[in-house]
T-cell receptor
Framework: DTEVTQTPKHLVMGMTNKKSLKCEQHMGHRAMYWYKQKAKKPPELMFVYSYEKLSINESVPSRFSPECPNSSLLNLHLHALQPEDSALYLC?????????????FGSGTRLTVV | GQQLNQSPQSMFIQEGEDVSMNCTSSSIFNTWLWYKQDPGEGPVLLIALYKAGELTSNGRLTAQFGITRKDSFLNISASIPSDVGIYFCAGQLGAQKLVFGQGTRLTINP
């Protein structure tokens, strides 16, 4: 298995909703990442998990809450989002922190906040 | 913060033509990566470069890691319709971060 799987593929949520994005990989990668991508822009790093511990938070608002339950799973919990948070949310993984070998992205979750 | 200057921003070419795009930075990177992204999908890794001066090919794609470690280029030879998409360069910054260029949008006229 050489894929990063993200669910759901599309999500529409209201500003008072609570939802979660899920990411899964079975490549034995020990670093996992959340990126946010706005239309016609490059991906921007949000969070990095190294060996299941949060190692980088790029000053992301607290309405985004990441979680890494185990080495294969990464979640992003969403609460009280704003319409400007609508974007493509990408998960990625790599063999180990600092080693870009096999730096693989999922297909993303297209999030719309209404 | 660190920025990658990627050019051109867009290209309109005829099928069969060769394509060249590049990225430059004021910072030194240890690794350069080139990705292609199709609409509604995540970026897919095309080529990874790990040593200054390295020249690597992947089918019709060729990329080089600049000797100064501050630039990289990607060439696509004999373009075909499925080459359409957005191409991103990315440099590894520190231990765990990738910095992306702004992307080159490639359009091919049949």
């Amino acid at each position: 298995d050489t894929e990063v799987t993200q669910t759901p593929k599309h999500l529409v949520m209201g500003m008072t909703n609570k939802k979660s994005l899920k990411c899964e990989q079975h490549m034995g990668h020990r670093a996992m990442y959340w990126y946010k991508q706005k239309a016609k822009k490059p991906p921007e790093l949000m969070f990095v998990y190294s060996y299941e511990k949060l190692s980088i938070n790029e000053s992301v608002p607290s309405r985004f809450s990441p979680e890494c339950p185990n080495s294969s799973l990464l979640n992003l919990h969403l609460h009280a989002l704003q319409p400007e948070d609508s974007a493509l949310y990408l998960c990625a993984s790599s063999q180990a922190p600092g080693i870009p070998y096999g730096y693989t992205f999922g297909s993303g979750t297209r999030l719309t906040v209404v | 913060g660190q920025q990658l200057n990627q050019s051109p921003q867009s290209m309109f070419i005829q099928e069969g033509e060769d394509v060249s795009m590049n990225c430059t930075s004021s910072s030194i990177f240890n690794t350069w990566l080139w990705y292609k992204q199709d609409p509604g999908e995540g970026p897919v890794l095309l080529i990874a470069l790990y040593k200054a001066g390295e020249l690597t090919s992947n089918g019709r794609l060729t990329a080089q890691f600049g000797i100064t470690r501050k630039d990289s280029f990607l060439n696509i030879s004999a373009s075909i319709p499925s080459d359409v998409g957005i191409y991103f360069c990315a440099g590894q910054l520190g231990a765990q971060k990738l910095v992306f260029g702004q992307g080159t949008r490639l359009t091919i006229n049949p």
